[in-house]
């Protein structure tokens, strides 16, 4: 983790970074985040996250706590700080902090943020990437509204806890109908027995993936096959291919769906080839 953190217009030493205890945040989960990959010191698919932070704020009717030009201005200014060039950015950006009720504060308090840089070894992803990893799916039991990005990651977290204790590295929910969401803190994709690339659509009850999204940029300049269209867990394991997609997974190849191996329980050629052609288009467009 990076030395310095930014809590609420301070930049201070991350040991000694603290929120109040009536930060609603802290109390109901009544927060929004996003995390940016970081290239070269560079924020990873900008404005993509501040689209998105902008929707889940006004979704959740919590102001932005300044504007996106001067908010960027500190998000670069935490990176500085903390030198760090390859990594992950993450905010936090709250109601604010009122006396413990339900209903919003009756005098708008000011958004709380946060800020927190971390590095990432790329080596260590890249040798990740090229092993691939399992997952596990579990019933879906999150709220209806997963397409805000709100700090309510109790679902995820014990879905995530549950994978890796099966010595998976993610899960993938199931919902009502049989079909797959996404993953505890990622998109899922398969590259399915015909060979068309696909991941849910985003009318379902599904996070809209900034990754993903990019990815599918990425597909269709390659003119590849891709369906945003639902799967299921078998055909995730008749598959020839899958991977998922998210700012600290970037494009990283499954090789194992509840334990069946998809394909030939190697990672595949196409998910490698998308990973390197994420990351190149991503890096080159960091600002
Ligand atoms: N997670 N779905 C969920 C539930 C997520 O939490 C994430 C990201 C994604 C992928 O979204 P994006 O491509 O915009 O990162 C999909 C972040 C990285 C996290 O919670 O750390």
């Known amino acids: 983790m990076g030395r310095i953190a930014y809590v609420n217009g301070q930049f201070v030493r991350h040991g000694e970074a603290v929120v109040h205890i009536e930060d609603r945040g802290y109390q109901l989960a009544d927060a929004v985040y996003e995390v940016w990959a970081l290239f070269d010191g560079k924020l990873a698919d900008a404005e993509g996250h501040f689209a998105r932070l902008e929707r889940s704020l006004s979704e959740l009717r919590i102001p932005m706590p300044m504007s996106r030009a001067a908010l960027t201005i500190v998000l670069r200014e935490a990176v500085r700080r903390n030198r760090i060039s390859e990594g992950l950015l993450y905010l936090q950006v709250g109601r604010g902090v009122a006396p413990r009720g339900h209903a919003f504060p009756d005098q708008p308090v000011p958004p709380a943020v946060v800020i927190t840089v971390s590095a990432v070894d790329r080596a260590t992803s890249e040798a990740k990437a090229a092993k691939g990893v399992k997952v596990i799916t579990t019933p879906e039991n999150r709220w209806g509204r997963c397409d805000i990005k709100t700090v309510g990651l109790l679902p995820n977290a014990l879905a995530k806890q549950a994978a890796k204790e099966r010595g998976a590295a993610e899960a993938w929910f199931v919902d009502d109908l049989g079909f797959v969401t996404e993953g505890a803190s990622s998109n899922a994709w398969i590259i399915d027995a015909d060979g068309v690339l696909r991941t849910r659509d985003t009318n379902a009850n599904i996070l809209r993936g900034v990754t993903r999204r990019t990815l599918l940029d990425v597909l269709r ?57 994420y990351i190149e288009r991503a890096r080159a467009t960091a600002v």
């Open 221 to 277: 300049d390659e003119g590849m096959k891709v369906e945003e269209r639902p799967f299921t867990p078998a055909e995730a394991a008749a598959a020839k291919e899958a991977f998922i997609t998210g700012a600290g997974s970037l494009v990283l190849p499954v090789v194992a769906v509840d334990d069946t191996p998809i394909g030939n329980g190697e990672v595949g050629p196409v998910a490698m080839k998308l990973r390197r052609l």
